[in-house]
C-alpha cells in the first residue's frame, strides 16, 4: 500500500513537472488552430503560401507545404493577405494574378473585380477608372484626355460549377459630352464566355454597338425665291433666299461585333495578352438634293438683262453602305507589383480599302 501512494505521488509530480516544461517552449513551436493559409509577398518578389503559425511582431512563422516552417521578417514582408480559395485556386495552386487581369487591352473577360481591388488604367488616348459596387458587379468610367466624348461601363459576370467557365454580360453607354453641344450617343452591349484562369485564359464575344453622331442639321445647296429679277448696269442682280428650305444630312451608324481575346502568363511577371475584334460595321445616311434652275437673259449687245429663278422641288435620298474592320491587338503586360503594371499593344486596323497601326501603352493602377 505504502508502495503505491509512493508510486502514484511520483507520477503526479511528474505530470506536474512535465506540464510546466512543455509550458515553456515557445508560442511558435505551437501550431495555430488557425487554418486559413495567407499568401506573402516579399518586398524581392519571392511569394509564400501557407499556414500561419506564429506571429511575435518582428517575424512571422509560416508552414509551407514544399519548405516547411520557416521564418519571415516582418520587415522583408511587402503584403500579407488570406487566400481566396474561389478566386485565387486554380488546379490546385495559388494564382495571385491580380486586378488587372479582369481586362485586356480593350474588351473585358468574365473574372470579376474583387471589392477593395479598384484600378484606373490610363493610356495614350485617355483615362478610365472601374469600380466593384457587388462581388459579381463593376461600374466604370472611360473618356479622353479632352473629356469628352464619356462613357459608363458595366460589367456583371457569374461563375458556373466548373471553375474554369465563367460568363457575363456588359454594356458601355456614352455622349458627345460638349463635343456637339452633347447630342452624339452611343451604345456597345455584349455578352461574353470565359475558360481558364485569371493568369491563362480566352474570351469569346458577341455584342452590337451603334453611333449616331447627332449630325441632324439643315445643311444643302442654296435655295433663292422663285421670280425675276432684273439686272441693272449689267450687274447681277441681288436674289433673295428661300429660308422655308431646310435641307437634311445625318448618318448613324451600326454593327455586330464579335471578339476573341486572351492571355497567357509567360513569366513570374509577364503576359501575353491579345485582344481582336471584328466589326460588322454599316452605315445608314440620309441627304436632301434640291432641283431648281437658274436663267440668265442678255440683250443683242450680250448685255445682262435679268435672272428668271424657277420654282424648287425636294427630294430626300436615303442610303446604306457596309464597312467590315478586324481589329488585332497583340501585346505583353508587365506587372511590377500587385498595385502597378505596364502594358504595350502593337495594334492594327484592317479595312477592306487600307490598314494601318494603332499603338497601344497603357499602365495600370490599383487603388
Not at 493610356?123 to 459579381?136: I, Q, R
Not at 465563367?166 to 458601355?172: I, R
Not at 455584342?207 to 441693272?232: K, M, Q, S
Request: hydrophobic letters at 35%; aromatic letters at 14%.
Amino acid at each position: 500500500m505504502k508502495n503505491f501512494i509512493c508510486k502514484t505521488i511520483t507520477v503526479f509530480l511528474l505530470t506536474i513537472v512535465s506540464t510546466a516544461v512543455y509550458a515553456q517552449v515557445p508560442a511558435t513551436e505551437n501550431p495555430s488552430s488557425d487554418t486559413t493559409k495567407y499568401l506573402i509577398i516579399k518586398f524581392d518578389g519571392n511569394e509564400y503560401v501557407g499556414l500561419i503559425l506564429a506571429d511575435d511582431g518582428r517575424e512571422v512563422l509560416l508552414q509551407t507545404q514544399s519548405l516547411g516552417k520557416i521564418y519571415i521578417p516582418k520587415s522583408d514582408i511587402k503584403s500579407l493577405r488570406p487566400i481566396d480559395y474561389l478566386e485565387d485556386v486554380a488546379k490546385g495552386e495559388v494564382n495571385t494574378a491580380g486586378v488587372f487581369t479582369t481586362r485586356y487591352q480593350f474588351t473585358t473577360n468574365c473574372f470579376p473585380i474583387k471589392k477593395g481591388e479598384n484600378y484606373a488604367m490610363v493610356n495614350l488616348y485617355g483615362p478610365e477608372v472601374h469600380f466593384a459596387v457587388h462581388k459579381d458587379f463593376s461600374v466604370g468610367v472611360m473618356s479622353t484626355w479632352i473629356g469628352s466624348p464619356l462613357a459608363l461601363a458595366l460589367k456583371y459576370t457569374r461563375g458556373t460549377s466548373n471553375p474554369k467557365i465563367n460568363y457575363g454580360v456588359g454594356t458601355l453607354l456614352g455622349t458627345s459630352g460638349y463635343i456637339n453641344q452633347g447630342k452624339g450617343f452611343g451604345g456597345l452591349h455584349w455578352g461574353m464566355i470565359t475558360y481558364g484562369d485569371r493568369r491563362n485564359n480566352a474570351t469569346l464575344s458577341v455584342g452590337y454597338g451603334y453611333f449616331n453622331p447627332g449630325n441632324n442639321y439643315n445643311w444643302g445647296p442654296t435655295v433663292y425665291v422663285p421670280g425675276t429679277y432684273l439686272a441693272e448696269n449689267n450687274w447681277w442682280p441681288e436674289i433673295p433666299r428661300d429660308d422655308t428650305y431646310k435641307g437634311v444630312n445625318k448618318s448613324t451608324y451600326a454593327a455586330p461585333i464579335i471578339g476573341l481575346a486572351g492571355q497567357a502568363k509567360v513569366g513570374k511577371k509577364a503576359s501575353f495578352i491579345y485582344d481582336c475584334m471584328y466589326i460588322m460595321g454599316s452605315e445608314t445616311w440620309t441627304t436632301s438634293q434640291v432641283n431648281q434652275t437658274i436663267d440668265q437673259q442678255y440683250d443683242a449687245n450680250g448685255n445682262l438683262q435679268q435672272i428668271v429663278v424657277s420654282e424648287w422641288d425636294q427630294s430626300i435620298t436615303t442610303g446604306t453602305s457596309a464597312q467590315n474592320v478586324l481589329v488585332i491587338m497583340p501585346g505583353m503586360r508587365f506587372q511590377r507589383s500587385e498595385a502597378k503594371a505596364f502594358q504595350i499593344s502593337l495594334a492594327g486596323i484592317i479595312t477592306s480599302s487600307n490598314s494601318f497601326p494603332f499603338p497601344m501603352a497603357s499602365w495600370f493602377f490599383r487603388f
